[in-house]
């Protein structure tokens, strides 16, 4: 289905206004004849034949207009009009015709269709010939030299009413420019604003992201600098021998290399638009030893842990870093809320993904808040009012790394912290 717009309705509007008009004014015509019977100058026959083939003609052209396009272009009615115009004066007394009063309407029409140019020469020549109508209509009576004063007066007239269409076309030009500059104006202004407001939101979220990072970093160095204190104030007093200065010794190297992983990630928040994350760099990690390290740098004893890897001896490429924060926090948290009760790690590797579970027998989460306790400042329980970090980090690494953590009820009481990572197998040795 066609749908017109609004300029071509508009279009439809002045040319139906137009066939209106031109109905009216034979109507009108018509009536006058029957009138007053004198204007005919005894043609009355010869009138009322142009008179009905007029109508007609109005008739044929209303009827296309209402029905689809035009059957005639306009501005060859409007030149069809002018000629029936001047015969009608030619026929009814020339320099003394009434019908002369069609003439500026006819002009008009011209100076609309055409433009100014085509208005004032359209003038020009339906002066031209209502002075040879006057000419060749008037009666016997009259002097030739009225037959060319009414020629040249009514000439004169209608090429001033050509030029007042002109200037008001003109003016009517002026003011749609004027008014669609005025719009452009306002589009332009309207999406400078948009901009503005479009930089403003990326400048205070470009400022939140630098403030989480700083957030994230102090949050992440806090573990490992607690931990160093304690082995090294150990170390210091000699009040660890045998393997458990082994142990604290190799807690040590491994916290000072966590401490490196996560300096080289704050270099990164300087350079890559203030994310907290940090850069991917990955490495071959076994899941044993990983298990290892995340269960001491979460303060889990001996005692409290249960760690199990699938296959045994697994290893995988991955970045170690965000793996061992996402975990120490998880453990971290069970650890929190499980008293004196064990803390389970699962760690399992198959067909390129990894699955890690972390298992507490803690108070568990309140109904409805699985989703709300990774959000950022969020902290439940004995928490609550601290910064609330941990777990908004483990969700932005793990959105990171395109993986998936799950928060669920553990039959028996507490807690199952469930993701689930893609990670490739680490690549064969040559």
């Known amino acids: 289905m066609h749908i017109d717009g609004p300029a071509a309705v508009l279009r439809s509007v002045e040319e139906r206004t137009a066939v209106v008009i031109r109905l009216l004014v034979v109507c009108s015509v018509g009536l006058a004849l029957v009138v007053e019977p ?70 008009i029409a011209v100076a609309l269709r055409g433009g100014v140019v085509v208005g004032r020469l359209g003038a020009l020549g339906v002066g031209a010939g209502f002075t040879v109508a006057a ?45 669609a500059e005025s719009r452009a104006r306002a589009r332009a202004e309207h999406e400078a604003f948009l901009e503005e407001r479009d930089l403003r939101s990326r400048l205070l979220a470009a400022q939140q992201a630098r403030l989480d990072g700083v957030r994230v970093v102090l949050h992440e160095f806090r573990t490992p600098v607690a931990s160093l204190t304690a082995l090294s104030a150990d170390l210091a007093a000699d009040r660890l021998s045998g393997p458990a200065r082994e142990t604290a010794t190799r807690l040590l190297a491994e916290h000072a290399l966590h401490l490196r992983d996560m300096l080289d990630g704050l270099a990164d928040v300087a350079v890559q638009e203030g994310s907290p994350l940090g850069r991917v760099r990955e490495r071959t990690v ?58 389970e790690l699962d760690l399992r ?78 690549a064969p040795e040559p």
Not at 366 to 381: D, F, I, N, Y
Not at 391 to 408: S, Y
């Open 135 to 179: 000419l060749a209509g008037s009666d016997p009576q009259v002097p030739m030299a009225d037959r060319w004063a009414a020629g040249a007066w009514w000439t004169g007239y209608l090429v001033a009413a050509a030029v007042l269409v002109g200037v008001l076309l003109r003016m009517l030009e002026r003011q749609y420019e004027d008014a």
């Open 349 to 426: 590797h198959a067909d390129g993904r990894l699955v890690a579970e972390v298992r507490d027998r803690g108070p568990g989460l309140p109904r409805g808040q699985e989703g709300v306790v990774t959000a950022k400042g969020v902290a439940l329980g004995e928490r609550r009012g601290t910064a609330g970090l941990g777990l908004w980090i483990v969700e932005a690494l793990v959105a990171a790394m395109d993986g998936e953590l799950r928060f669920l009820p553990r039959d028996g009481g507490g807690l199952v912290a469930h993701l689930d990572l893609p990670i490739r197998p680490p």
């Open 286 to 343: 076994r899941l044993g030893e990983l298990a290892g390290a995340v269960l001491d740098a979460a303060g889990v004893t001996p005692e409290r842990r249960v760690a199990h890897v699938e296959p045994p001896g697994a290893a995988v490429r991955c970045d170690p870093q965000r793996l061992r924060r996402v975990l120490t926090n998880l453990v971290e948290n069970a650890a929190r809320h499980s008293g004196d009760a064990p803390v």
């Open 38 to 107: 004198g204007l005919a100058r005894g043609r009355a026959p010869l009138l009322g034949a142009l008179v009905a083939a007029t109508l007609g003609y109005a008739l044929v052209l209303a009827m296309a207009e209402w029905r689809g396009p035009p059957l005639v272009p306009p501005r060859l009615a409007t030149s069809i009009d002018a000629a029936l115009a001047l015969l009608a004066c030619g026929l009814t007394g020339g320099a003394d015709s009434v019908m002369v009063a069609i003439l500026p309407l006819v002009v």
